[in-house]
């Protein structure tokens, strides 16, 4: 990847793989890997993190609620981002988590921000651009107005187009990357299958589980809106 970046390889007609031209930023080798390219995408990780993680703890309501925010996130930044694109993954997550709890009065640079990371993220790897972009639609089809929303989702596409320009890659070129992209992925999981032990399979399974029911009990109008008319409800009150 770094040797791609170096050359000047085109994406999708020299070189096919589910990586794409900025995928080098993630396991930069110098004095391959560009070092500004890599300061700007790391400040980028950065500066959404910060801004996620600010806003979950500002967002909580009394003190004990903000200690608790305050260790659960950075507990999972600690435990969870061990390489860059688990940090970058991370970050948008929390941003997305910041503009779903706030969806009444949204942080729309909140928004921007997370429909910037989508916009890069396929050029990085086509399946954390996939994801991505699901994340950004489900966030933005809650949101509210919808003209606003959907400008800030048109961010993403554009990001991707200009990165994959400024990356030194023909336009033409990636149409290209995609299609062989999502061949080499149609493959890749029997491939690379691994029969691992059940155990690890039923932990996470429990650990889904418990994030779901905590997200149904905590915040089910910020992450279910069907339960929204269920609350209002006397019963409830």
């Known amino acids: 990847?770094?040797?791609?970046?170096?050359?000047?390889?085109?994406?999708?007609?020299?070189?096919?793989?589910?990586?794409?031209?900025?995928?080098?930023?993630?396991?930069p080798q110098f004095p391959e890997a560009r070092q500004s390219s890599f300061l700007a995408y790391a400040l980028f990780i950065y500066a959404c993190w910060a801004t996620a993680y600010w806003r979950l703890v500002a967002g909580a309501g009394n003190s004990a609620s903000r200690w608790i925010t305050a260790l659960a996130a950075g507990l999972a930044y600690a435990g969870l981002a061990?390489?860059?694109?688990?940090?970058?993954?991370?970050?948008?997550?929390?941003?997305?988590?910041?503009?779903?709890?706030?969806?009444?009065?949204?942080?729309?640079?909140?928004v921007v921000l997370l429909a910037i990371g989508c916009g890069v993220a396929p050029l990085l790897?086509?399946?954390?651009?996939?994801?991505?972009?699901?994340?950004?639609?489900?966030?933005?089809?809650?949101?509210?107005?919808?003209?606003?929303?959907?400008?800030?989702?048109?961010?993403?596409?554009?990001?991707?187009?200009?990165?994959w320009i400024a990356s030194g890659n023909p336009l033409q070129a990636l149409p290209g990357y995609l299609r062989l992209s999502a061949d080499i992925v149609s493959g890749y999981a029997e491939a690379m299958g691994y029969a691992g032990p059940l155990r690890e399979?039923?932990?996470?399974?429990?650990?889904?589980?418990?994030?779901?029911?905590?997200?149904?009990?905590?915040?089910?109008?910020?992450?279910?809106?069907?339960?929204?008319?269920?609350?209002?409800?006397?019963e409830c009150e």
């Open 201 to 234: 399979v039923v932990l996470a399974l429990v650990a889904i589980g418990a994030l779901a029911l905590l997200c149904w009990r905590f915040a089910p109008v910020a992450l279910f809106p069907a339960t929204e008319a269920k609350l209002k409800t006397p």
């Open 1 to 27: 990847l770094n040797m791609a970046a170096a050359k000047g390889l085109v994406f999708g007609k020299d070189i096919a793989f589910t990586y794409g031209p900025l995928g080098y930023l993630n396991i």
């Open 82 to 110: 061990v390489f860059l694109w688990d940090q970058f993954e991370l970050a948008l997550i929390g941003l997305a988590a910041v503009v779903l709890s706030q969806r009444e009065q949204p942080r729309w640079i909140c």
């Open 125 to 163: 790897r086509l399946h954390t651009g996939v994801e991505t972009a699901l994340l950004l639609g489900y966030v933005c089809a809650l949101l509210q107005p919808r003209v606003k929303a959907l400008l800030c989702a048109a961010i993403a596409p554009v990001v991707t187009v200009a990165g």
